[in-house]
């Protein structure tokens, strides 16, 4: 069973995951997918990437939403059709688990699936799905996991959000090193999905298994910039800093993580702390779609 996360936090990170996204390779995907596509969401949380992903493939389109959190799919049914009516379109459920966002470019199909992705790709029903779609999920994984699931694919595949290992805060403190260091420990250990996680090393191991089958991999940055106007991300993504360090470090090393942390905070609340995180975002196209591969600047 791998690693959970809390829906609060998923909601706070929700605007800036939307703005980090790669809209171009959001579209390359769009144009690979067939009329009526349906999309496998791994690890979709409260389906902040379906709130996001959906218009770029403007039309009618099913999806599920692969979760091991029962609790975070319920949310989720429920954050869809509010953002829904926000935009003013009609929301209907047919049945239990099955939503329908009847929108102007055609009708969006929303069910659930629970389970556990650290089983993935065997509990999962790959051909009858049109694309396998994530965010923030694979650098969470392990190498076999990226490699069993290659190796089951022939859709695309799209992952956003995989952490590259370049995250800054600013003004600079004494012990960002300590800290990093610590964070960077924490990444690397098992969250359950069978081995080391990939980490920072997530889009490279991504595109190496997918081009060994024959997939042609295009990846694009896409970094959280966490401004000084933000002081809930900004304290928040530090106290996650310094739980991962404390976590992963020596207990000696505690009171200057929590002298680290206090600082942070303290930065934030006046407003006064800034931060980016890298990310890269990844799509790979099999044999039968694939061009030539490239980067997204």
């Not at 349906?38 to 902040?48: V, W």
């Not at 595949?157 to 960002?176: I, K, M, Q, S």
Request: with cysteine; aromatic share 6%.
């Amino acid at each position: 069973m791998s690693d959970g996360f809390d829906g609060d936090w998923l909601q706070l990170r929700e605007p800036f995951d939307a703005r980090a996204r790669s809209v171009p390779l959001a579209l390359a995907l769009a144009d690979a997918l067939p009329e009526r596509p349906r999309i496998l969401d791994l690890g979709a949380g409260t389906g902040s990437l379906f709130r996001w992903l959906a218009p770029y493939i403007g039309r009618t389109q099913i999806w599920t939403l692969v979760d091991a959190d029962g609790r975070l799919l319920e949310r989720a049914f429920l954050d869809i059709a509010e953002a829904a009516e926000r935009a003013g379109w009609l929301v209907t459920l047919p049945k239990q688990q099955v939503m329908l966002v009847h929108t102007p470019v055609g009708v969006w199909r929303v069910d659930a699936q629970l389970a556990d992705l650290a089983e993935a790709p065997a509990n999962l029903k790959l051909d009858r799905n049109d694309a396998v779609v994530s965010t923030a999920l694979c650098d969470l994984v392990s190498r076999g996991w990226v490699a069993r699931m290659a190796g089951a694919l022939q859709v695309p595949f799209y992952a956003a959000l995989n952490v590259d290992g370049h995250e800054r805060f600013a003004p600079p403190h004494a012990d960002d090193r300590l800290i990093a260091r610590g964070f960077r420990r924490d990444q690397l250990r098992d969250k359950g999905f069978g081995g080391r996680s990939l980490g920072p090393d997530a889009p490279r191991e991504m595109a190496r298994a997918f081009r060994a089958k024959g997939f042609a991999v295009t990846t694009a940055p896409s970094p959280w910039r966490i401004p000084a106007g933000a002081p809930s991300m900004s304290g928040a993504l530090a106290d996650g800093h310094a739980d991962a360090a404390g976590s992963a470090l020596p207990r000696l090393l505690a009171p200057r993580i929590e002298a680290w942390r206090e600082a942070r905070r303290l930065q934030a609340a006046r407003g006064a702390l800034v931060a980016r995180v890298g990310h890269t975002d990844l799509l790979a196209l099999p044999p039968a779609l694939a061009k030539r591969p490239r980067t997204i600047n």
